[in-house]
């Protein structure tokens, strides 16, 4: 069996979460919680996390500045979890969640923060400097993609596809680039494929759409996930096929994404399975 290759994810957007539980709460009030907890989110932090729930080493790639950075790398150490961090100059984005069982999960997000170009340029040179046949998976937003401070690492990823194997689960700018890159997989979900291919008609039918995006497009393999509904694959030479999730009772929509991802990324890269087996078998985890 081939070996499995070292995997890195790369958050371009790191979150820096605190939850506040409350028995009840409406607007307009002060209010205690009854309790608090911090974590380290951020897509790929999230699919790093999972990995080594699943048993997989990754490296966590982040942009991590200030206290709030501070307190990131602190719970990424905490619990054993391999990362590196690329300082930046302004502190990392914070975010609170408020949880009660009376009421919805409501997330309120700090303002994203780009990583400055410093912090760019030392994450483009340590992806120039890993070795080849290695797996990079980039994940979520990346706030200044398209600006020049970027562009150290918009080519070090551009040169990855050669070298070694990429994967994406990203959108907005970062995905409007990548999809012209021979990308390994791409897995997006409903509203963001729908952004990429037709913005102004939101409805449109999987099974007629996916099989053009050859045309269009030079990614590899497709999958595209649309919450408790069906997931749609397009592997590289095969026909779009359509698989259904499991029913489970959903605790939070929050992250349910980024486990698929990982599952996906299990399956193909350490159990080296066929690409429409590794989401069957990913799905009961998301």
């Not at 820096?16 to 607007?27: D, I, Q």
């Not at 989110?41 to 999230?46: A, P, Q, S, T, Y």
């Not at 999730?245 to 994404?257: F, N």
Request: contains cysteine; proline residues 9%.
């Amino acid at each position: 069996m081939a070996a499995t290759p070292s995997i890195h994810t790369l958050t371009g957007n790191l979150l820096c979460e605190r939850t506040l539980e409350f028995r009840a709460w409406s607007v307009g009030r002060t209010q205690r919680a009854t309790r608090e907890e911090f974590n380290t989110r951020g897509k790929g932090v999230n699919v790093s996390n999972m990995l080594a729930r699943l048993g997989t080493p990754s490296t966590a790639l982040i942009f991590a500045g200030g206290a709030p950075g501070a307190e990131a790398e602190a719970w990424l150490r905490n619990r054993g979890l391999t990362y590196h961090a690329f300082p930046t100059l302004a502190p990392s984005r914070t975010g609170t969640v408020i949880w009660s069982d009376a009421q919805p999960e409501t997330t309120f997000l700090g303002p994203d923060v780009p990583p400055d170009r410093a912090a760019v340029q030392a994450c483009a040179d340590w992806l120039n400097a890993r070795p080849d046949g290695e797996a990079l998976a980039l994940c979520g937003s990346f706030p200044g993609w398209a600006g020049s401070d970027y562009a150290p690492l918009r080519d070090a990823i551009q040169t990855w596809t050669s070298r070694g194997r990429l994967y994406a689960d990203a959108y907005g700018p970062p995905l409007e680039h990548l999809v012209h890159q021979p990308v390994e997989l791409v897995k997006v979900n409903r509203q963001e494929f729908g952004q990429l291919i037709s913005p102004r008609e939101p409805e449109f039918d999987f099974g007629q759409t996916l099989p053009r995006m050859r045309e269009q497009f030079a990614v590899k393999n497709w999958v595209v996930s649309d919450g408790p509904g069906s997931v749609w694959i397009l592997p590289a030479g095969g026909t779009a096929v359509q698989l259904l999730p499991p029913t489970i009772k959903e605790v939070s929509p929050t992250g349910s994404g980024d486990v698929l991802f990982a599952g996906v990324l299990q399956h193909l890269l350490v159990e080296h399975l066929p690409l429409i087996e590794a989401v069957r078998r990913a799905l009961p985890y998301a």
